[in-house]
């Protein structure tokens, strides 16, 4: 399964609803989840099947979709949120999307 | 706490073979799968393969026959090795905590930077 992130670059202000999209090339069965990769960093799991938190991530995230269609979704942007966001799909072996780079405007 | 960490070396020639190590702790490797992904300078993650707690594995089909993932339960340990490197295989190596329970990669450890040089 391919996996389609849009937009590449996203630049938004503090305090901006954030709306990153992914897009499978097959239907995922909710099996999708986001990494938030932060510069020099290894990824960190934010959300996994589809919209479950990881624990002690903070609830400004939140992550929808179904079928080949997800978005993950950050309620009011901080600055700690500036990073790279991947999403994983693990219905048909394992696959990253090829990120969206979230900077502050 | 749960930690992973790869150790590797730096610099390798090229054609020549790759070997990581990940020491896992806080927690057992027969109950958690680690899988192994890389992100070459600059751009994205490429799931590699899988070792699983039954000591089973799968490899991404792209690096064909030359990805080998092994472990030793004993000493928390999986291993890497992969062969006939090219330039293209510059990146950071990853060894992350796969969860048998939520089917995703939960824990990461802080990578190994590896450059292949001709």
């Known amino acids: 399964i391919q996996l389609t992130q849009s937009p590449s670059l996203l630049s938004a202000s503090v305090g901006d609803r954030v709306t990153l999209s992914c897009k499978g090339s097959?239907?995922?069965?909710?099996?999708l989840a986001w990494y938030q990769q932060k510069l020099g960093e290894a990824p960190k799991l934010l959300i996994y099947n589809t919209n479950s938190l990881q624990t002690g991530i903070p609830s400004r995230f939140s992550g929808s979709g179904s079928g080949t269609d997800y978005t993950l979704t950050i309620s009011s942007l901080q600055p700690e949120d500036v990073a790279t966001y991947f999403c994983?799909?693990?219905?048909?072996?394992?696959?990253f999307g090829g990120g969206t780079k979230l900077e502050l405007k | 706490q749960v930690q992973l960490k790869e150790t590797g070396p730096d610099l390798v020639q090229l054609t020549q073979t790759l070997s990581i190590t990940c020491t896992v702790s806080g927690f057992s490797l027969t109950t958690y799968n680690v899988h192994w992904v890389r992100q070459p300078p600059g751009k994205g993650l490429e799931w590699m393969g899988a070792?699983?707690?039954?000591?089973?594995?799968d490899y991404n089909s792209a690096f064909k026959s030359r990805l080998s993932i092994s472990r030793d339960t004993s000493k928390s340990q999986v291993f890497l090795k992969m062969n006939s490197l090219q330039t293209e295989d510059t990146a950071k190596y990853f060894c992350?905590?796969?969860?048998?329970?939520?089917?995703?990669?939960?824990?990461w450890g802080q990578g190994a930077s590896v450059t292949v040089s001709s």
């Open positions: 992350a905590r796969h969860s048998p329970y939520y089917y995703v990669m939960d824990a």
């Open positions: 097959q239907n995922i069965n909710n099996y």
């Open positions: 994983y799909q693990y219905n048909n072996g394992w696959t």
């Open positions: 070792m699983w707690n039954g000591g089973g594995t």
